[in-house]
């Protein structure tokens, strides 16, 4: 069963940096093609955020083209996504999804596994 747990979430001043992990138990990172990020607004569809897949490559969403990076280690079955130059506008929860077929897809509905999610607030 494949579990994935997210942390590093908080709240920054906009400018500042945090850095998301979510740590992947099972066999997702080696069975399907891609992992990522999404994240979700009050009032907002959920959108993907960042995606890598089992090669390295990754992809992006417009917004957070330049500021935010998406890594993995795949010997620590750990997701990373560090955020730099945080806007109030990427206030949002943060959810690591894992387990798409779909190579460096951003349709959420494509993705089997989903943490809980963290909270990430910025202010201005």
């Known amino acids: 069963q494949v579990q994935l747990v997210e942390s590093g979430g908080g709240s920054v001043q906009a400018g500042g940096s945090l850095r998301l992990s979510c740590a992947v138990s099972?066999?997702?990172?080696?069975?399907?093609?891609?992992a990522g990020w999404f994240r979700q607004a009050p009032g907002k569809e959920r959108e993907g955020v960042a995606v890598?897949?089992?090669?390295?490559?990754?992809r992006y969403a417009d917004s957070v083209k330049g500021r935010f990076t998406i890594s993995q280690d795949n010997a620590k079955n750990t997701l990373y996504l560090q955020m730099n130059s945080l806007k109030p506008e990427d206030t949002a929860m943060y959810y690591c999804?894992?387990?798409?077929?779909?190579?460096?897809?951003?349709?959420?509905?494509?993705?089997?596994?989903w943490g809980q999610g963290t909270q990430v607030t910025v202010s201005s």
């Open positions: 999804a894992a387990g798409s077929s779909l190579c460096l897809t951003m349709i959420a509905r494509r993705y089997r596994h």
């Open positions: 099972g066999d997702a990172f080696s069975t399907y093609c891609a």
């Open positions: 890598i897949d089992s090669d390295g490559s990754t």
